[in-house]
């Protein structure tokens, strides 16, 4: 008997383990060879077709009949790659891509360290925070990455969370970049504070010490943003006199600004 994946029922789906990695080698498997082992199923009393067995096969059939995650795609191509021994030409015409799309592909789980694959392959960092932050920082920092990825997992990151602190660390400089990696939920809960402080009523003394404090702040990220993108383009502007006495002036500011945080830190 033949039945469409619509036909099936999969009620007992909770019962049975993902486990994303294998999936991914079926998955490959079927795209190379086809299916080679029939599912099972029973009939119930209104005559729909609940599945017994095969649970890993629907679901490696229906990931390749949607549209998967980069990372998923990585997975299936390696698979196909190392498993069935097909070459980068071949799996470029067997996906309708170029061979520099396969190439690129690839190179998303060549990047990432296995530990991160295996959170990944577990569901605890969604996909798209894997190919959006894990991937550029792995190739920029993999002991980082293997470090928060960790941290992502265990707390349950969201995305958005997590591209607030993948925000932070490229603004950052090495020893800042240690510290959000040291203590990446630290920063968010500073971050959480800062934000509830700020909507303290402006008209009290707190209210605006702490307006002018997210102020400042805010300042500070969206010039260090805009400088190191502006000076990895254009490293010779760094020179400029005018670019020196600007610097000159905003480190003098910055001095008296943490004579001010030192008063703060003193009254806690």
Request: charged content about 25%.
């Amino acid at each position: 008997m033949q039945l469409e994946l619509r036909q099936i029922d999969l009620r007992y789906a909770a019962l049975r383990i993902a486990d994303a990695s294998r999936e991914a080698a079926l998955a490959a498997s079927m795209l190379a060879e086809g299916q080679r082992h029939p599912v099972l199923v029973v009939a119930d009393a209104e005559s729909r077709y609940v599945l017994v067995d095969g649970y890993r096969r629907v679901r490696a059939l229906a990931a390749l009949g949607r549209r998967p995650e980069a990372i998923e795609e990585a997975w299936l191509l390696r698979a196909l790659l190392t498993e069935h021994g097909l070459d980068l030409r071949t799996l470029a015409t067997r996906t309708g891509r170029t061979v520099s799309w396969v190439s690129r592909r690839l190179g998303l789980v060549e990047a990432l360290p296995a530990s991160v694959q295996q959170i990944l392959q577990r569901g605890a960092v969604c996909a798209h925070a894997a190919q959006k932050v894990l991937v550029p920082l792995a190739r920029a920092n993999a002991s980082h990455c293997e470090r928060v990825a960790a941290v992502f997992a265990e707390e349950r990151w969201s995305s958005r969370q997590i591209a607030q602190w993948w925000r932070a660390w490229r603004a950052a400089d090495g020893a800042a970049r240690e510290r959000l990696v040291a203590s990446p939920s630290l920063y968010l809960r500073t971050v959480a504070t800062i934000g509830r402080g700020v909507a303290l009523p402006p008209e009290t003394p707190e209210g605006r010490a702490a307006s002018s404090l997210g102020a400042a702040s805010s300042a500070c990220w969206r010039a260090r943003t805009q400088l190191a993108r502006l000076l990895g383009d254009h490293p010779e502007v760094s020179a400029h006199p005018a670019v020196q006495a600007a610097s000159t002036q905003a480190r003098s500011a910055w001095v008296s600004l943490e004579k001010a945080l030192e008063e703060i830190d003193a009254g806690r």
